[in-house]
């Protein structure tokens, strides 16, 4: 499959250094399902990860077109994971926090996937819009104009308003050129105007050697350092931010039209080498490997806890040591009974799993919050012993 090569930092152009980089060989897709495991199309891409140690900004190299990677069989949505409902709930909470709660607004959406937050949103709505080429009206929705397309082929005239609000929930980190999507959407408000976006944080990533959330659908992963340079190109100024550490580390802003400089709060930036921290993450791995061999040769049974959607990425990491797992266990019934392509490992209940002498392995490593969760369960159904293939919890 052809792909771009992003060789220069999206917020410098700068080239990468060697120490910055890293080689993802033959990493799968991810958020695919099936009925069978057996799979023919390619699912395993090379690729590469680059850090620019001047803007503090993290990007892939090769950058697919990841359309291409899905069908019918592909799952996401904002409400089908609990934390992808936790974090919108925490985004949700972090909007109220710098707007008048006691006024209405006209307020657009862009990448609205289910509309779950705009729904969290109905009581500050004047009138309403959102933009998604993938969104699903609906009717308990009043005031709300649905516009099925991409940002890039949404016209101005489309919206019947200028919005008071701009939201922007997990959608920059996807697209190719940010500067460019955010200058479009920019064009849409006054400089009275307030962008609220979320997107993962480099800081957290990298200060928690999470890995394995990194996939072809990322794109781009911002620090605050790197949105704020991005954003003063296009005379616009973070107000404010907060990091949510419980789902992929989720960064979010609050920006407008330039006058005041973005107010200061201690986040650290990381001065050292990618590749220094890669290694500890991989040794990290390896000594999980080496654990869950050591159990699966005393008898013990093995499961994987939590089909989520990067389990993929997990299986990955771990060396493909899930296709000789027990079984993958879930309560989620829209996965029961399925497989993950070319894993012959099957999704099976947890909730009528006996654990009392098994190994767990969580698997939903991408969100601390669910993670947190999958333990709890785990302890309460006095599983032999408990191991998080993540660095943090």
């Keep these: 499959m052809k792909f771009k090569i992003k060789d220069k930092c999206n917020i410098c152009k700068k080239f990468f250094f060697t120490h910055n980089s890293i080689d993802l060989p033959r990493l799968p897709i991810t958020e695919i399902f099936l009925r069978s495991p057996n799979y023919k199309k390619k699912i395993l891409f090379d690729q590469k990860i680059n850090y620019c140690q001047s803007c503090h900004h993290m990007q892939l190299q090769n950058q697919y077109d990841t359309s291409h990677f899905y069908n019918k069989d592909y799952l996401t949505s904002s409400t089908n994971s609990y934390s992808g409902r936790y974090t919108n709930d925490i985004f949700y909470e972090f909007i109220k926090s710098n707007i008048d709660q006691n006024k209405k607004y006209n307020i657009l959406e862009i990448g609205a996937n289910d509309l779950y937050l705009i729904k969290k949103m109905k009581k500050f709505i004047r009138s309403g819009c959102t933009i998604d080429p ?116 989720s960064l979010m802003i609050y920006f407008k039209k330039s006058k005041d400089n973005i107010k200061n709060k201690n986040v650290q930036k990381f001065n050292g080498k990618l590749s220094d921290i890669y290694y500890d993450y991989k040794m990290y791995m390896k000594n999980l490997i080496q654990i869950i061999k050591k159990y699966q040769k005393r008898g013990s049974k093995v499961y994987g806890i939590g089909a989520g959607l990067m389990l993929p990425l997990v299986n990955y990491h771990l060396n493909n040591l899930l296709k000789d797992f027990d079984g993958i266990l879930d309560d989620d019934k829209n996965k029961l009974n399925k497989f993950y392509p070319n894993l012959s490992t099957k999704i099976s209940s947890l909730k009528n799993a006996d654990l009392s002498n098994a190994v767990a392995v969580i698997c939903s490593t991408a969100s601390s919050v669910t993670t947190r969760k999958l333990v709890e369960i785990c302890r309460l159904k006095n599983a032999k012993i408990i191991i998080i293939p993540s660095m943090t919890l």
């Design 134 to 249: 993938c969104i699903k009206p609906d009717s308990s929705l009043k005031k709300i104009k649905y516009i099925k397309k991409f940002l890039e082929n949404t016209s101005i005239n489309e919206i019947d308003f200028i919005p008071d609000i701009v939201v922007c929930s997990h959608t920059l980190e996807h697209i190719e050129d940010p500067k460019k999507f955010i200058k479009m959407l920019t064009s849409f408000g006054d400089d009275k105007t307030k962008y609220f976006f979320q997107f993962p944080s480099c800081e957290s990533l990298l200060d928690r050697r999470a890995f394995d959330q990194i996939h072809h659908q990322h794109f781009n992963f911002f620090s605050i350092n790197s949105i704020s340079k991005l954003l003063k190109k296009i005379k616009f100024d973070v107000k404010e931010y907060d990091i949510g550490e419980l789902h992929y580390g």
